[in-house]
């Protein structure tokens, strides 16, 4: 079993830059492969960033190379560092755990096992 807690979001210009963070507890949280996922208001959640077990991250392509992922096993917790935030960043922000790859090849796992709360995200123009 993992719990999940997301902090950090907020309100923001176009431009700035906020960091996620998810706070994870259960004993196979070293060993799991874990994401973040964000869902705008009439849209389906999507994959934003994921990060393996040996280290390996992967971003979906309306991310790469403004958001970064990166996690902290002494403290059990995953980032999601996010710049230059454009205003079709505004979602709500999932972190996402499971004991499988989350992500083969370009497409994104739809049966993730452990979901944090989410954290609100604004981006305003």
């Known amino acids: 079993q993992v719990q999940l807690v997301e902090s950090g979001g907020g309100s923001v210009q176009a431009g700035g830059s906020l960091r996620l963070s998810c706070a994870a507890s259960g004993d196979t949280y070293s060993g799991v492969y874990m994401a973040w996922y964000r869902q705008a208001p009439g849209k389906e959640r999507e994959g934003v960033a994921t990060i393996e077990p040996d280290g390996y991250t992967a971003y979906a392509d309306s991310v790469k190379g403004r958001f970064t992922i990166s996690k902290d096993n002494a403290v059990n917790t995953l980032y999601l560092q996010m710049n230059t935030l454009k205003p079709e960043d505004t979602a709500m922000y999932y972190c996402?755990?499971?004991?499988?790859?989350?992500?083969?090849?370009?497409?994104?796992?739809?049966?993730?096992?452990?979901w944090g709360q989410g954290t609100q995200v604004t981006v305003s123009s």
């Open positions: 996402a755990a499971d004991p499988m790859r989350i992500r083969y090849g370009s497409a994104w796992s739809t049966s993730i096992r452990y």
